[in-house]
């Protein structure tokens, strides 16, 4: 089946540090990636949409300069939190877009990276 | 825009107890609709789907039909475990256009022994 990493699991940093969060599908291609971020005992909320090879576009209410989202290979889709701080401490959560014969448009979820800026 | 609603948790049932989890949506177009799941400090789960209208996905003893009449895809289980404790989330999407997929908020289940 599909299966989507997410590296880190859990990461602690100190406000002002910028964390990178690394998203892969593993056994499939996605051109299309997707960023969500969950809120304790809260629904997902989209962040924004990362397609290979060209810009990421982001939610209404989403910085771009503090998200930054990076999609330079077809297995491989980065977010970095710049300056973090506490309120950025979150669940986020990357799915995969597959294509083609396998499973037609259908995404499939990471595990979840949990972040701590203390 | 699209959107979904799904009943307020938490549901709090025994075990072998019936489950329904209501969920409703409203899109332009012509949505498929699945359920997740969310364990306990795990991420999400495809625990069934739908892409047209009176398909029935099923998985685990959980069902749920797609119904375009009454824009409605509730979650069913004959007869919860106590495994089945997690959250439960609703979501659309569409498949041809290969949007990003629109969350309900969550219902929270707990089953006891």
């Known amino acids: 089946g599909a299966v989507v990493s997410q590296h880190p699991s859990r990461v602690i940093c100190k406000s002002g540090t910028s964390v990178k969060i690394e998203c892969r599908s593993l056994?499939?291609?996605?051109?299309?990636m997707f960023w969500y971020r969950q809120f304790p005992k809260q629904s997902l909320m989209l962040m924004a949409t990362?397609?290979?090879?060209?810009?990421?576009?982001?939610e209404q209410g989403v910085e771009k300069d503090k998200f930054l989202i990076n999609h330079a290979s077809l297995t491989l889709s980065t977010l970095t939190v710049t300056s973090a701080h506490p309120e950025d401490s979150s669940f986020y959560i990357c799915?995969?877009?597959?294509?083609?014969?396998?499973?037609?448009?259908?995404?499939?979820f990471g595990p979840g990276t949990r972040l701590t800026v203390l | 825009g699209d959107s979904v609603t799904q009943m307020e948790g938490p549901v709090t049932l025994s075990e072998e107890a019936f489950l329904t989890i209501n969920c409703t949506y409203t899109?332009?177009?012509?949505?498929?609709l699945f359920w997740y799941v969310q364990y306990p400090g795990e991420g999400l789960q495809l625990l069934l789907k739908?892409?047209?209208?009176?398909d029935k996905g099923s998985n685990k003893g959980f069902e749920a039909t797609y119904r375009k009449e009454t824009t409605s895809f509730h979650l069913e289980k004959g007869s919860v475990q106590v495994s089945d404790s997690a959250v439960y989330f609703c979501?659309?999407?569409?498949?041809?256009?290969?949007?990003?997929?629109?969350f309900g908020k969550g219902t929270t289940l707990s089953v006891s022994s």
């Open positions: 799915s995969a877009r597959a294509s083609g014969t396998f499973s037609y448009n259908e995404q499939f």
């Open positions: 056994d499939f291609q996605a051109t299309t």
């Open positions: 990362s397609n290979e090879g060209s810009k990421a576009t982001y």
């Open positions: 899109a332009t177009g012509y949505p498929s």
């Open positions: 739908a892409t047209k209208a009176d």
């Open positions: 979501a659309l999407s569409d498949l041809q256009a290969g949007t990003a997929l629109i």
